[in-house]
């Protein structure tokens, strides 16, 4: 993956949001992940995400982080979903660390 992202966050604000993602992101918690275009991702966290520094295609530096989803029906599917992408976290199972209404 590198250190390049399509996006990063600079503000307080938009990086606080990311780390309430990682929040809700426990590993090994299934979830829906609802994203800002509509589309939606099922899965299990496979490991914990972090928020980290990224760089832009402008090379501007910024926070932002990935989720890797598994599911055992798609064992070949790459399961990566971008903290910034999100905007809601549905969850599966008992497995949460919180609930969230972006």
């Known amino acids: 993956m590198g250190r390049s992202a399509e996006r990063v ?3 307080p604000s938009d990086i606080a949001q990311l780390e309430k993602w990682v929040d ?3 590993v090994n918690a299934a979830v829906r992940i609802v994203k800002h275009d509509g589309a939606t991702v099922e899965g299990v966290v496979s490991v914990t995400p972090t928020v980290q520094l990224f760089l832009d295609p402008n090379d ?3 926070m932002n982080g990935v989720v890797r989803l598994i599911d055992r029906n798609r064992p070949d599917w790459d399961g990566l979903v ?3 992408d999100i905007r ?3 969850h599966l199972d008992s497995v949460r660390m919180g609930s ?3």
């Open 100 to 102: 969230s209404k972006a």
């Open 60 to 62: 501007q530096e910024g």
């Open 82 to 84: 971008w903290l910034g």
């Open 24 to 26: 809700e992101l426990a």
């Open 88 to 90: 809601d976290i549905q």
């Open 9 to 11: 966050y600079t503000s």
